[in-house]
């Protein structure tokens, strides 16, 4: 008799000719199920373990088997996502977060700014996303949401929906960040533009515009204008 049933295709050592002819002919027609997995994963910077903070929801890539290869979302390395603007100075009132690394980057941008707007596209990432904003603790700031549906590929209605006008301090978090600029450019004075890695191409077009590239020695590099 078998003693264990919870891997149907793995080793059958233990199971009964019945079962092994049951699985066999079970797996000829087994479609799994699309599914997306989250995983509550502790946050590093600079691969350094940030004990300080709770392990946050994440979407995990190598085992959610749905293709998440046009969702509009964060592609900035955690460890990567901005921590020097929890260390730096107050910048300025209002911040708006395109894709927020799971909310971590809207709770880093609330140290030095009074108001954080998250922008997230799709309802897993929403919800996730807000569950680790409670669990950071907002209180010091005030914190707002955006709620929008799109993928990368129809960013433009989305864009459309927000007043980027409104805030002094944008953040775009996902590799449509030439697109998004090219959508709001004649929306955006005097703020600042932060945006992880972008091309040179990008980089000369936006000095093309007036903009100037500044390399922040607490690890924030950003446009301004």
Known sequence: MTQTRAKPWGDRTDYCQADIEYWSERQKTYVPTPKVVLVKRAVYQSSIIQRDLPWLWQVDKRETSIDINDWEMNTVPMQYCGAGLRRGEYWSGNFLDWCSCYGLTSWYAGHSHSSVTTVETNNVLKKITK????????????????????????????????????????????????????????????????????SLQFKNKLESDGWTFIENPKGVDYFTK
């Open 131 to 198: 569950a680790n904003l409670k669990r950071l603790g907002t209180e010091f700031y005030e914190q707002k949401f955006i709620d929008l549906n799109c993928t990368k590929y129809n960013l433009i209605y989305a864009i459309q929906q927000i007043d980027w006008s409104a805030y002094d301090t944008i953040r775009i978090g996902s590799d449509s960040y030439s697109t998004i600029y090219d959508a709001v450019k004649n929306q955006l004075h005097n703020c600042k533009l932060i945006i992880y890695k972008p």
